[in-house]
């Protein structure tokens, strides 16, 4: 446990911890607080990787233990989101370059979505850790059919998906109603995409001086159309390609 440095790997899903886990050829289990912290080496370069848990209290504690008891010396989350803005559609991948949570609300006593005594409602996400996960991503995005194979791309119209960069939003909810993403574009007109845990871990590396960096894979267009089935979205997509992004980042290390 003394090895340095040793990069945080943060999944959002099962399938996807899953999907991390099995390029791992020797991952050691190390549980903490009802979570398992998987520690092990991905081209030769330390990793701890664990899965967030849903909600900023959940992904914020799994952030902490990571920085605290494992000592990572940087954090990389992956996971689903609904896509907000209008050009950001099914299948796309958003890298986040600023996160804020969206139910965050102590007016009149601070600005809307400020988060209380940091003095600012955005935190932003590291350049050059963010820079080198875009160019994986773009890398992934350039050759669909090599991660998903050709049937997978076809059904869920991968060859057209894109990379956007700018602001996720996190909030505890599950955004599944048209009104409601209309009251976020509104509110926020430059968000490309909700979640559920970003803002928060953001929050923890700000406090900590991590570099971070959150790559979503969008899911849904958080609205009453979810997608037909989103397990299988999952499972077929959303896994593989963060697993071959981040095969792609470590590669590049
Ligand atoms: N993660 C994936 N889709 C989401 C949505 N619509 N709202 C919040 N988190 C999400």
Known sequence: MNEVPRIGIVSALHDELAAVLQRLPDEQRAPVAGRDFWCGHWHGHALVAV??????VAAATTATILIERFGVDRIV??????GLAAHV???DLVLARELLQHDMDASPLFARHEVPLYGRARFATDAALSDALARAAQAV??????TLGAGVTREFALHAARLHQGLVVTGDRFVAAAADSAALRAA?????AVEMEGAAVAQVCHDYGLPFAAL???SDRADDSAHVDFSRFVARVASPVSAAVLEAYFQSL
């Open 77 to 82: 989350f992956t996971g689903v989101a609904g």
């Open 141 to 146: 995005l350039a050759r669909p059919e090599a």
């Open 188 to 192: 926020l007109p430059d968000a490309l």
């Open 216 to 218: 979503r894979t969008i």
């Open 89 to 91: 559609r099914v299948g």
């Open 51 to 56: 899965l967030a848990r849903v909600g900023k």
